[in-house]
């Protein structure tokens, strides 16, 4: 009987390792974020963006020292900004943008903008405290404390196990 058992134990323990590799090699949508001033333009966040999913980059205008937040999705494994929000009105910032502008809690929103965006990049001075937010996650600094590092962003398809990977290593 417990030779049964250890079989059985080893044919699930089979299985188990068998559907874990095909879900580790699985291509999936990734929101990468890399620092393109550097050599070899290291990698600084890597994030499953699956298709529809949003990320918001919030940072202080450098003149009107108040916050903006700008939304993009993943729309057809492809950058697209779908809003913008921010307090105040400076050089620059059209009147309205997008299907809808409104007053939100003091915040202007711009929503309905659907616009693919092919190169993202900033350039993160640390005054202006530049944030990312993967869905409804954590904010997560992108600015370094004493340089503007420029930021590129892109959808790229990865495997699942090399985004985890990455995650396990991420420490800046």
């Not at 333009?41 to 994030?47: C, I, N």
Request: overall charge positive.
């Amino acid at each position: 009987m417990s030779r049964r058992v250890g079989r059985y134990a080893l044919l699930a323990a089979a299985i188990t390792a068998g559907g874990a590799l095909v879900w580790l090699s699985q291509a999936v949508d990734c929101l990468v974020v890399r620092q393109i001033d550097t050599p070899g333009s290291p990698v600084r966040r890597v994030a499953v963006l699956a298709p529809g999913d949003a990320f918001h980059v919030a940072w202080r205008h450098s003149v009107e020292r108040e916050a903006w937040i700008e939304t993009f999705k993943n729309i057809d494994h492809g950058l697209w900004l779908t809003q913008t929000r921010f307090k105040t009105f400076g050089a620059g910032v059209p009147a309205h943008a997008g299907r809808r502008t409104r007053l939100v809690d003091g915040w202007v929103v711009m929503s309905g903008i659907d616009r693919a965006v092919p190169d993202l990049t900033y350039q993160a001075a640390a005054a202006e405290n530049y944030r990312i937010r993967i869905g409804h996650g954590p904010w997560q600094a992108l600015s370094a404390s004493d340089a503007a590092p420029i930021l590129s962003f892109a959808i790229n398809t990865r495997r699942r196990g090399a985004v985890i990977w990455n995650g396990l290593f991420d420490h800046d």
